[in-house]
């Protein structure tokens, strides 16, 4: 894949004196990695007191190491390779506005700095907010995600439009060929191979929205709140990115997400103006931690990058690293928290059942619940599941009355999709497929359009 994670491995394992061949669905940095808000941080919202609460104070350690590693990583190859993209050093800040919140930051301020981090508690922040807390995180960093990656992407053999179809072994069947490998890295967001590997029963997407503003404040560092209805600043260049209303994918059916934001910074700022908006999604995984190294036992050659939990640069420098490290067979103690094949019981129990119970309700649905409107019901400029000619559809009328009609069976697994009026798309709420309103595949895991009715 042409994000992030796929172009660094491909570059470290390139330098390490490996010949890479990277397939790209699409286009480089058209997915995730274009819409990221690039925060290049070990401040991952409040993960070090979970992680010293169900893993320990080791895993904290390590965790925290690998962030490090990771930003310094960045900060090494852009200085040596020269690239221009905007990269700045600045704190990260965690923030609450909630007084009931302050001692669970107190708590994360702690933990970072056992875990070996430059972390302290504050009340000070440069946001226009009454916050009641924060911990600050010294000496983190911002960039622009797609010059830093048009950069890079420009030393490796990169094949754009080719989507991988089928892999069997070493050999890639692509829409334009095929491509024979010793070792295959999958880092291509959402694994699409439903087996070997199970990725499916273990991830699900969680969705987000961002605003582009003119006339916003200039911060002092990039900024998240821990809230519920929490928010992510950072500045780009003269611009604030505001960003928020996350939910998993296939659950935003009410729509509103855009307009949250956009009263939020009408609050805020009210002599801003918007420029332009945007969402993203990313991989949630059961116990929060990423999955990075082989695939499965069943296939040795295979390797895998995937579910961020929305820190993609760290991230996928820290995959890049790793990859390239096991790959070459280096030393690399600290990647054993990332591996694919951990079994953690205690941190996953949660996220395992609800992601069990949105399968078999998801799927029932599809089968069992009749739809709530008729075709002629649906308003100009609308979508949704409605009953036509005594079959369930997936319909979007335009605000010229012209309709839209496709088939709401997830070609994944057989979800049923739900529309996202912010997106005008089909989302599927199981592994958070997406397809635009005529059934065009958006992001992954499924592998084909939506079929027109
Ligand atoms: Fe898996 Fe839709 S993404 S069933």
Redesign the pocket.
Known sequence: GGGMAGILTAYYLQKAGLRTVLLEAARVGSGQTGRTTAKITVQHGPIYSTLLRSFGAKAAGQYASIQRRAIEAFAELIGEEGIACDFQRLPAYLYTADPAGVTALRQEAEAAARAGIDAVFTKETALPLPVKGAVRFADQAQFHPLRFLEAVASSLTVYENTRVQKVKGGLLHTNGGSVRAQYVVFACHYPFLNLPGYY?MRMHQSRGYVLALEGASQLDGVYLGVDREGFSFRNSGERLLLGGGNHRTGENSAGGKYEELRKKAAALWPQSREIACWSAQDCMTMDGLPYIGPYSPSEPSWYVATGFAKWGMTNSMAAAILLRDQITGRENPDGDIFSPQRFTPGASAKTFLEDGMHAVRDLSRRIFSPPKALLEELPPGHGGVVEYDGEKVGVYKNEEGELFMVSVK?P????Q?EWNPDEKSWD?P????RFDYTGRLLDN??QSSLSPV
């Open positions: 499916f997830c994944h697994l057989g979800c999709l599927c199981c592994h958070g497929s895991p499924a």
